[in-house]
Antibody, heavy 120, light 110 residues
Framework: QVQLVQSGAEVKKPGASVKVSCKAS????????IHWVRQAPGQGLEWMGT????????NYAQNFQGRVIMTRDTSTSTVYMEVSSLRSEDTAVYYC?????????????WGQGTLVTVSS | QSALTQPRSVSGSPGQSVTISCTGT?????????VSWYQQHPGKAPKLMIY???KRPSGVPDRFSGSRSGNTASLTISGLQAEDEADYYC??????????FGTGTKVTVL
């Protein structure tokens, strides 16, 4: 079945970087875009950006440009999201989800979420 | 891109209907037929409930329905059940492979 499985929780110090992974299975990896969505404690969902696994091109929300990099490894069907210069406000659960541009403009499958805690 | 506006909370008794609004702009909700709704229980990942404004994925009960008028989309839950108590988020495609989410609504079953 279609699955997105994310890496485990992380604890980082302010100023450090974190890299979260999202491994896809059950479908052709290159036919769906992967998106990242952030949810701070007690807050709503915030779209961060997307990557096209087929060619590696990425598009970031304005709030995250310059501090977030999304990459992929087609050999393992895995997408990575790295956030640099972490600050306490980056403490959140990070979710990956997929869509299929030109066909589907919604997220039909989500990862289980990865909690990133930024604390000194 | 500003978040879409949702009421903070709505409530209803079992069997009643509740409607959640989601207000955007001509650049998102009114500009594309790609509004979706997600249900999120505490500590869980979001779950797709409605897509393309009013379509239901298989497995989603037909008591969930979606609609749109101008720049406001709506999710209606008819015949409210205890398990419907959750947070609900709208989401709209906003062009150039970008999305914007709503502020979220907590549904309480009294």
């Amino acid at each position: 079945q279609v699955q997105l499985v994310q890496s485990g929780a992380e604890v980082k110090k302010p100023g450090a970087s974190v890299k979260v992974s999202c491994k896809a299975s059950g479908y052709t990896f290159t036919t769906y875009y992967i998106h990242w969505v952030r949810q701070a404690p007690g807050q709503g969902l915030e779209w961060m950006g997307t990557i096209n696994p087929s060619d590696g091109s990425a598009n970031y929300a304005q709030n995250f440009q310059g501090r977030v990099i999304m990459t992929r490894d087609t050999s393992t069907s895995t997408v990575y999201m790295e956030v640099s210069s972490l600050r306490s406000e980056d403490t959140a659960v990070y979710y990956c989800g997929r869509d299929r541009p030109r066909y589907d403009y919604h997220f039909d499958c989500w990862g289980q979420g990865t909690l990133v805690t930024v604390s000194s | 891109q500003s978040a879409l506006t949702q009421p903070r909370s709505v409530s209803g008794s079992p069997g009643q209907s509740v409607t959640i609004s989601c207000t955007g702009t001509s650049s998102d909700v009114a500009g594309y037929n790609y509004v979706s709704w997600y249900q999120q229980h505490p500590g869980k990942a979001p779950k797709l409930m409605i897509y393309d404004v009013s379509k239901r994925p298989s497995g989603v009960p037909d008591r969930f329905s979606g609609s749109r008028s101008g720049n406001t989309a709506s999710l209606t839950i008819s015949g409210l059940q205890a398990e419907d108590e959750a947070d609900y988020y709208c989401c709209s495609y906003a062009g150039r492979y970008t999305y914007v989410f709503g502020t979220g609504t907590k549904v309480t079953v009294l």
